[in-house]
């Protein structure tokens, strides 16, 4: 036992028990999230780091850690992370897959229900008192868009994108689907986004924000979309410009969005989101429950005793560090 493995945020003691064990654990004195910016004394000696999506590990942070040796994320994305900076120095990179997919499935759901059936603006009018004897109910009170005999269209069709197919079957959705490398699920069909914008009623995105979804929702694409169609956006921002979302809604040529994730977190106060009565807004809350959260402590744990005991992280991001490498023992 020496390495010394820093934390950025505390966990529950009792999951740490095991990694405990075989190393020092170090705990974040403060609360901001960790950045070459931010980066405090105490996690330079530190062979291996147990962050958020909320810390940034960027190229400058990981060449000021010479010892570092891994860092496990609890989280199943890794786009806060310099990927290939950690790879050029073989740093193993453990993520959380799987946990998450019906946790956040369900949120990308409640955002299309809630959207659909404008539940942000009821809630505000009842709160706000204007719910009043004189405008209690009318045929045109409050109307939404049917969600049954919908269509949906599904950007990124991995596990979240297929746990939100199976929420839209048990609603009666039709369901089209565009993947970088096409995907065949049953009850969905795949087709060229160009297609899944033109027709979809609801379109929910699911895709990992890369080099090559940065931006993939633009203007010309949000253009393309169905008019009157409602946006759904659980898997990261920049992946949709948010300017351009919020001129679409304002001309009217979409009729709502939900969204759990925005290009800065938290969405800055001048945001055009933020005023629209329309949008749907949650502070990235997609994996929020205790259930959910608790999984993905243990895995990232996981993956950070894996690499203290000198083993292969079970979910490991960039698993080329290990190519070459004797097999565990
Ligand atoms: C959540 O957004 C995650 O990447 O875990």
Redesign the pocket.
């Known amino acids: 036992m020496s390495a010394t493995v820093y934390v950025t945020r505390p966990l529950p003691q009792e999951l740490l028990t095991a990694l405990a064990a075989v190393c020092e654990l170090r705990l974040a004195s403060g609360e901001a999230p960790l950045s070459s910016r931010n980066l405090p004394a105490e996690v330079r000696d530190c062979a291996g780091i147990i962050c958020l999506?909320t810390d940034q590990i960027d190229a400058d942070l990981v060449a000021a850690l010479p010892q570092l040796k891994f860092v496990s994320?609890?989280?199943?994305?890794?786009d806060h992370i310099d990927v290939d900076a950690l790879t050029a120095r073989s740093i193993a990179l453990g993520?959380?897959p799987g946990v998450?997919v019906d946790a956040?499935a369900d949120l990308a759901f409640a955002l299309l229900l809630a959207a659909a059936r404008r539940l942000g603006e009821a809630d505000r009018f009842v709160r706000a008192g204007q719910w009043r004897a004189d405008n209690a109910w009318s045929p045109d009170f409050f109307l939404g868009k049917d969600v049954s005999g919908a269509t949906l269209g599904l950007i990124g069709m991995g596990a979240i994108g297929q746990a939100v197919a199976r929420r839209a079957a048990g609603f009666g959705m039709r369901v089209l689907s565009w993947n970088r490398t096409p995907r065949a699920v049953a009850g969905v069909v795949a087709v060229p986004l160009e297609e899944l914008l033109a027709n979809s009623d609801f379109v929910s995105v699911h895709v990992a924000r890369t080099q090559q979804t940065l931006g993939l929702l633009d203007a010309a694409r949000i253009a393309q979309m169905k008019k009157g169609a409602v946006l759904i956006n659980t898997a990261?921002g920049g992946i949709v410009d948010e300017q351009a979302l919020a001129r679409a809604l304002d001309s009217g040529d979409l009729y709502a969005a939900g969204l759990d994730?925005y290009d800065s977190e938290p969405l800055s106060p001048g945001s055009p989101l933020l005023t629209h009565p329309r949008v749907v807004l949650a502070p990235?809350i997609?994996?929020a429950t205790a259930a959910t959260r608790r999984a993905?402590v243990t895995r990232a744990l996981d993956n950070a005793l894996a690499a203290v005991t000198s083993r292969q992280m079970p979910y490991c991001a960039n698993p080329q560090v290990y190519e070459g490498a004797p097999p565990p023992a």
């Open positions: 999506l994320s609890i989280s199943v994305g890794v993520h959380t998450l956040t990261r994730v990235h997609g994996s993905m």
